[in-house]
C-alpha cells in the first residue's frame, strides 16, 4: 500500500467506528426488550431474544475456558466489539481475548485481541453467523471460530484463517467431543449436554 492509501483506509475505520458509536449510543436509549441482544453486522442492526438453550450453550463454553484457563481469564459474552468491513459492531455469544489485551483509547476491545468466537445460533441469525460474521472473524485472523447449532445438533469449527474465509471446516455432532487440543484453546469441549432447539 502507498502512504495515501494507508490515510484512506485509516479515515474509512475512523468513520466506520464513528458511525458505529453513534449507532451504539442511539441504541442504548432506545426501549431494546430485556433478554434481547443488539448488534450491528454490515450497517444493520440486529435484535435476537436471548433463549435458554442459547445460555446453556454458552455457559458450558465459558465454563471449559475457565476450567481450562482459570477465572481469570479474559473470556466476554455479548461485549461489542467492532471488526473488519462495513459497520460491523458484533456481539458474540462468546470471545476470548488474548491476556494481554487492553481496550483502545475509546474504551472498546480490540478486534486484534480476539483468539476464539463462539456464536449459538437461532434459525433468525444463521444467515449472519454462517456468512457475514464468519467473513469479518476470518479477515480480523480470529484463529478459532465456533459456530454451534441447536437446530441442527451440530457445531462447526473453522481454523486457520486465510483471506475473508476459514481453510479448515470441521462439523462435529452432538454427543461428540469438538477436539479443540491442536487450537490455541488446548482443549476438549463436550456436546452431549448440549440442549437441542
Not at 441442527?152 to 477436539?179: E, L
Amino acid at each position: 500500500m502507498t502512504v495515501l492509501e494507508d490515510r484512506i483506509a485509516m479515515a474509512d475505520a475512523d468513520a466506520n467506528t464513528q458511525r458505529l458509536d453513534d449507532w451504539f449510543e442511539r441504541l442504548e436509549r432506545m426501549p431494546v426488550p430485556e433478554g434481547f441482544r443488539v448488534e450491528i453486522v454490515g450497517g444493520n442492526v440486529h435484535t435476537t431474544p436471548q433463549r435458554d438453550t442459547h445460555w446453556v450453550i454458552i455457559r458450558r463454553i465459558v465454563r471449559a475456558i475457565e476450567d481450562r484457563f482459570g477465572m481469570d481469564v479474559n473470556v466476554l459474552s455479548d461485549v461489542r466489539i467492532d471488526f473488519p468491513g462495513h459497520e460491523n459492531g458484533f456481539c458474540p455469544d462468546v470471545a476470548l481475548l488474548k491476556a494481554s489485551a487492553e481496550k483502545d483509547e475509546k474504551g472498546h476491545w480490540r478486534h486484534e485481541d480476539v483468539e476464539f468466537v463462539a456464536e449459538v445460533i437461532s434459525q433468525g441469525t444463521a444467515a449472519n453467523d454462517y456468512g457475514p460474521k464468519k467473513t469479518a472473524y476470518a479477515l480480523a485472523e480470529v484463529p478459532v471460530y465456533l459456530i454451534v447449532d441447536p437446530d441442527r445438533g451440530w457445531c462447526r469449527v473453522y481454523t486457520h484463517p486465510k483471506g475473508d474465509d476459514y481453510a479448515i471446516d470441521t462439523k462435529v455432532d452432538f454427543g461428540s467431543d469438538v477436539d479443540l487440543t491442536d487450537t490455541l484453546l488446548g482443549l476438549t469441549l463436550k456436546t452431549d449436554k448440549f440442549p437441542r432447539d
